[in-house]
């Protein structure tokens, strides 16, 4: 291998064990473990198992108002009801049109995985519909449902009205309908969904349905290679992006368009579009960016080259990495998902981001945290500008034009402009050559909140919740991986401005693992929902019981939901009598909350008898309730009343399960205790009384009691003993 490959190849793994050893956030142990059974053996989950002959849950919207969920798939709209979500499902099925399917087959496409209806689109209309897209076979189609409360006279329900049937026309459907609610497509108003949703159902859609008017990410072409960010349908003029120029969008993947206003003023309202894209630099660069991108709402094109064009968009790049000790970063280049946690100031909402890395010496994925200041410092910054010998990128640092490209007209900088129309030629102009940033978005601290590295799978999703506990406001993070499991994370702030990482649950959410693909949170119901190929589940928050039955256990949970109340771990409730209320989250400590409870944290300490012979290997079971305790053995021998540890070397091994002892012997008897210690609280899990007997006397034991040989010459002659019932003849 030539020398710079070896020192590429060296440089690379060096990367790959610094990301790998960050604080260890890699090797976080979850409090509690559920599989799916025994998730649902808890009662505190429902999986939506209704359609067996459908796939790739994918687009989740919540409806407070109307109690229901909104759910797309292959070939189907749903609404489920979010207490319940198999409780009377509203299904309105949506295939396309046989004659479509044959042609995508014709084209070369798969009829299962891609010649399907597979919905991409759902947004809300108005109050009752709903404006719901899909792939239609590679010919993207839109339609309106009609949702809400029943009327009064609405007519009955027809026989098999929850399903429609499939003609020459995209969709013929009648009417799903329950008691009191109403489900169904309106078939007279059919649109194309070109602009709107993707072709290729392997390609997400992203998009925000803001005064009428669809801002969608889309790849608007069959063979999927012309990206744009779309404006269509409202009065204003319909717009994209500029089109096959790789500096303002390069074979990106959308993932969140999110609202965000910029001050009081309306007509500086943006729309932002995260995104990952291929780096035009390569291989000089990462293969990949994720970006943030941003347009102004009121934005109606430019002149000259920007007719129809966005003339305000701008993008910038999102820095996940964690920082090494010679100032040499490993990224967690690849983003995957984005959570918009709003706060009282809906200008400054925080943003939470999933990534996971895109190098193939180590796999990992993290959690990056952002600010609205952060971000609008970085757009307010300078743009990047290639000039030099080498054509790099550098600060552009010649004169500015007015207005200054990317601000909105109208808004309290261009108060006098109306419309982007009015801008000069030199700021279009600067807009379609420089749409990027010279600076990156870092995130809070310039490092991530939650590192995974070293582990068999990734982050796919994310959604956080805002929790009221005894000592303050936390926010717990729901995390989803490509194996099916949902992670539920706190991070607690230290002294010393480092963090500590508590993962509180892992719990698989399917009977067959699949990567999940969406998360929403209902806060009002304290339910969770989760979507993946194979189907929608919903669970509780919060399975405070599962955490144990004494206080102790409750507490070192240090989970924001739950607090022990006299009896039980239950949920927390600010209204709650304060005298037999214990929680602490921040330092879990069962010494200072559960005096007068703490004799249950040994109520469940097993005493047992073991006995074992010399010369023979003994196994002591002791599982601790929490993984996240350090175990340790006292031994008590006999004829002494002192107990000390014992060392696990040579004859002794400690596994998860307990404690092997091997090739026994006579001083190993004695009081064997396992005690679990966690945040200084050390309780015993189990005591275990050996006895090891003298191989001698257990042989001569079983010598004993062995029956005395048979009379030589009769072999076949009965033992002395009771007498033998005669056989009948």
């Known amino acids: ?254 993932v969140r368009a999110q609202l965000i206003p910029d001050s009081s003023e309306r007509n500086d309202d943006k729309l932002y579009f995260f995104f990952r894209e291929k780096s035009a630099d390569a291989p000089l660069s990462p293969g990949v960016y994720s970006r943030i991108g941003r347009i102004c709402l009121n934005d109606d094109g430019g002149h000259c080259c920007l007719v129809n064009k966005w003339s305000t968009f701008l993008k910038a790049r999102l820095v996940c990495s964690v920082p090494g000790p010679d100032g040499i970063e490993t990224h967690f280049d690849e983003l995957q998902d984005v959570f918009i946690q709003q706060t009282q100031d809906t200008k400054n909402p925080v943003i939470y981001a999933v990534f996971s890395a895109s190098g193939s010496v180590f796999k990992g994925s993290a959690v990056c945290v952002y600010s609205m200041a952060d971000i609008r410092m970085v757009f307010n910054g300078p743009f990047a500008h290639k000039e030099g010998p080498n054509y790099q990128w550098m600060p552009y640092t010649g004169k500015m034009p007015y207005p200054r490209p990317g601000t909105c007209p109208g808004g309290t900088f261009t108060p006098s402009m109306k419309s982007t129309k009015d801008y000069p030629d030199e700021v279009i102009n600067f807009m379609r050559a420089h749409p990027l940033m010279y600076h990156a978005v870092y995130p809070t601290h310039r490092q991530p909140l939650v590192v995974r590295t070293n582990v068999n799978y990734r982050f796919t999703t994310v959604a956080v919740d805002q929790v009221d506990a005894a000592d303050g406001r936390y926010e717990v993070l729901f995390l989803g991986t490509d194996r099916g499991t949902v992670q539920k994370v706190i991070v607690l702030p230290r002294d010393d401005m480092e963090t500590e990482e508590l993962m509180l649950e892992e719990i698989e959410v399917f009977k067959v693992p699949a990567p999940i693909k969406t998360m929403t949170i209902s806060s009002k119901r304290q339910q969770l929902y989760v979507s993946s190929a194979v189907g929608v589940t919903h669970l509780a928050l919060h399975r405070c019981d599962v955490y144990g039955e004494a206080c102790a256990d409750c507490c070192l949970a240090r989970d924001p939901y739950c607090a022990w109340d006299g009896s039980a771990c239950t949920r927390y409730s600010a209204s709650s009598k304060r005298r037999s209320r214990r929680q602490d989250v921040r330092h879990g400590n069962p010494i200072r909350q559960c005096r007068g409870y703490n004799s249950n944290a040994n109520k469940n300490t097993v005493e047992a008898v073991q006995y074992g012979v010399e010369g023979s290997t003994a196994f002591l079971e002791c599982q601790p309730r929490s993984p996240q305790a350090s175990v340790k053995w006292l031994l008590q021998k006999d004829n002494s009343d002192r107990r000390k540890e014992l060392r696990v070397e040579g004859r002794v091994l400690r596994t998860e399960q307990g404690l092997l002892l091997r090739a026994l012997q006579l001083g190993d008897s004695g009081l064997y205790s396992c005690t679990a210690t966690e945040n200084n609280f050390k309780h015993t899990v189990t005591k275990v009384q050996l006895r090891v007997l003298s191989s001698r006397a257990v042989h001569t034991v079983l010598v004993q009691a062995e029956p005395p040989p048979r009379p030589a010459g009769c072999p076949h002659s009965p033992l002395p003993g009771p007498a033998a019932a005669p056989h009948s003849a």
């Open 1 to 254: 291998m030539p020398v710079v490959g070896v020192l590429l190849w060296a440089t690379l793994l060096t990367l790959g064990w610094r990301a790998a050893h960050p604080k260890d956030h890699g090797f976080a142990t979850p409090r509690v473990q559920l599989s799916f059974k025994e998730l649902k053996a808890t009662g505190t989950a429902h999986f939506f198992n209704f359609l067996l002959n459908s796939s790739d849950y994918r687009i989740l919207l919540k409806d407070e108002d109307h109690d229901r969920m909104y759910v797309g798939s292959k070939d189907y709209v749903l609404s489920l009801d979010l207490h319940d979500i198999n409780r009377e499902p509203l299904i309105i099925h949506w295939p396309a049109s046989q004659q479509r399917i044959e042609e995508c087959i014709l084209s070369g496409k798969n009829s299962n995985g891609e010649c399907g209806n597979f919905i991409r689109l759902i947004q809300p209309w108005n109050r009752t519909h709903l404006y719901v897209c899909g792939t239609g076979a590679y010919n993207p189609i839109c339609a309106f449902v009609n949702r809400g409360r029943k009327a009064q006279g609405f007519p009955p329900s027809q026989p098999g009205g929850r399903e429609s049937r499939s003609t020459d026309s995209p969709l013929s459907p009648r009417p799903a309908q329950s008691k009191d609610y109403i489900f169904y497509l309106e078939p007279d108003k059919l649109e194309s969904g070109k602009g709107k949703c993707s072709y290729d159902p392997k390609v997400d859609t992203v998009s925000a349905l803001i005064n009428e008017e669809l801002y969608a990410g889309v790849y608007i072409d069959f063979m999927g290679t012309d990206a744009a960010i779309f404006r269509t349908m409202g009065k204003q003029t319909a717009m994209r992006t500029d089109q096959y120029n790789s500096r303002w969008l390069n074979d990106p993947a959308f």
